[in-house]
């Protein structure tokens, strides 16, 4: 490594990539508007509920909190993905989100593109397990 490119690196952390909660924490971040839009795409919701949601279909798994959401909830309005309409229950008004046409599509197209990288990290996982079986055979 040069030493400029040394000097940048001391000026920043780096992530423990063997680290288990680096990699979930990457995968919650890159799936949280994937699974809004999932959740949303079953039915209508207010804020809360779809926080709810999602951590309930994935088991976990993502679990954004509503300080992420609602500021995606908002870009996704403001894109024309989602509308919302005002409801007021037990005197609180609070927004109900649905998913739009564009909202749908954007969703399949979502799918699709995260189907494409689930096959990509199966064939990883098929290759590396197929390299380690032979590096451990090496090793005898």
């Not at 799936?31 to 999602?54: I, N, T």
Request: proline fraction near 4%; aromatic fraction near 10%.
């Amino acid at each position: 490594m040069t030493k400029a490119k040394t000097e940048a690196a001391a000026g920043r952390k780096i992530p423990e990539y063997s680290d288990p909660s680096y990699w979930h924490g990457t995968i919650k971040m890159s799936l949280s508007k994937f699974f809004v839009l999932s959740v949303l795409h079953r039915k209508p919701m207010h804020g809360y509920e779809v926080v709810q949601a999602v951590e309930k279909s994935t088991h976990g798994c993502c679990s954004p909190s509503e300080g992420t959401v609602y500021p995606m909830l908002n870009e996704f309005e403001a894109g024309g993905y989602l509308s919302a309409t005002a409801e007021v229950v037990q005197g609180r008004s609070r927004k109900v989100y649905a998913l739009t046409a564009k909202g749908r599509d954007a969703f399949q197209v979502a799918v699709d593109a995260w189907l494409d990288a689930t096959d990509c990290i199966l064939e990883s996982r098929r290759m590396a397990g197929g390299a380690s079986a032979k590096w451990e055979e090496q090793q005898e």
